[in-house]
């Protein structure tokens, strides 16, 4: 357990998934990261650098259970603060990795009211946000580099947008590797707080936590670290919406054409270029992340039934 270090992503190249296009398309699939998602990367370096017995998160699922199996590897106490409409197969995975799992009906008290109780009862605990905390982007940061390193060449690399932990890691390795590469968000439509705050040139929040079948955007807003990075400092060049059909198309896409097993959010970057193809047709190599593959498995057949 004690060098159970992040995995490298994993690369497939799927130019002909997107019929009658000339595209060439990329994925950079973390599904098969430990815990199945990107997270895992985050988790680890929050685990190994916190000088802390106890840390406390709040997470629809994967960000929780990469935390919780981190803290087993570096011997630590985990809580995740959970809402009670998380998909059961996270749920179990928290559980089942050592770490208290906190589940509240987010519509009685949010994640933040919830996770602000705890820090008062436990006040030597780290309290990490899944997104919004600096070890967390520079976990996310090493899969930039991945790609980067693995493609030179690439001009677009478009990932899923929630609290934007993910895509403000990938901006920073952009950054510091001193590229021009295009950074795109890819957001639900029916949580779109990212597209509107760039829109606005400030931060906007969700009134509610959106109900997205990708349930990893169901953040209400960007993480104001995540914000600088992406906005003030210019790192993300858009975020493209996309509709929850959409996103059920690209799901069942990978599944036939990729042989990936991907959950919603994680689909939402081909999404992105699934609705509109045209928009990539002359930037030369896309890289598409897909973040992670713990889907709940009646959500899963059902999406794949249509």
């Not at 510091?176 to 040139?201: C, F, T, W, Y």
Request: contains cysteine; aromatic residues 6%.
């Amino acid at each position: 357990m004690k060098h159970l270090s992040p995995r490298p992503t994993t690369f497939i190249e799927v130019s002909e998934a997107i019929p009658r296009s000339e595209l060439r398309i990329v994925l950079a699939s973390e599904t098969f990261q430990h815990t199945g998602s990107f997270k895992y990367r985050a988790a680890y370096q929050v685990a190994r650098n916190a000088p802390h017995s106890h840390i406390i998160t709040a997470s629809s699922g994967n960000y929780g259970q990469a935390l919780a199996l981190a803290c087993r590897v570096f011997d630590k106490l985990c809580t995740v603060v959970m809402p009670n409409t998380s998909a059961k197969v996270k749920v179990d995975a928290v559980a089942s990795h050592g770490a208290t799992v906190d589940l509240i009906d987010v519509a009685s008290i949010s994640r933040e009211d919830r996770i602000a109780q705890l820090a008062a009862e436990y006040p030597s605990a780290y309290i990490t946000s899944a997104f919004d905390d600096p070890w967390v982007i520079a976990g996310n940061s090493t899969l930039g580099t991945e790609i980067l390193e693995k493609y030179p060449e690439v001009q677009s690399i478009i990932a899923p947008v929630g609290g934007g932990g993910l895509t403000s890691g990938i901006a920073k390795a952009v950054q510091e590797h001193n590229r021009s590469v295009l950074v795109i968000g890819a957001e639900p439509a029916m949580a779109n707080d990212a597209s509107q705050s760039l829109k606005a040139g400030r931060l906007i929040s969700n009134e509610q936590e959106p109900q997205t079948l990708a349930d990893g955007a169901r953040t209400r807003s960007l993480g104001k670290r995540n914000w600088e990075i992406l906005f003030t400092q210019g790192g993300m060049a858009e975020v493209i919406e996309v509709s929850e059909e959409t996103i059920c198309e690209a799901v069942r896409l990978l599944f036939l054409k990729a042989n990936l097993k991907v959950e919603p959010t994680g689909a939402l970057a081909f999404a992105a270029v699934l609705s509109n193809p045209e928009r990539f047709m002359h930037g030369g190599l896309v890289c598409c992340v897909v973040s992670g593959g713990n889907v709940d498995p009646h959500v899963y057949s059902q999406i794949l039934s249509g």
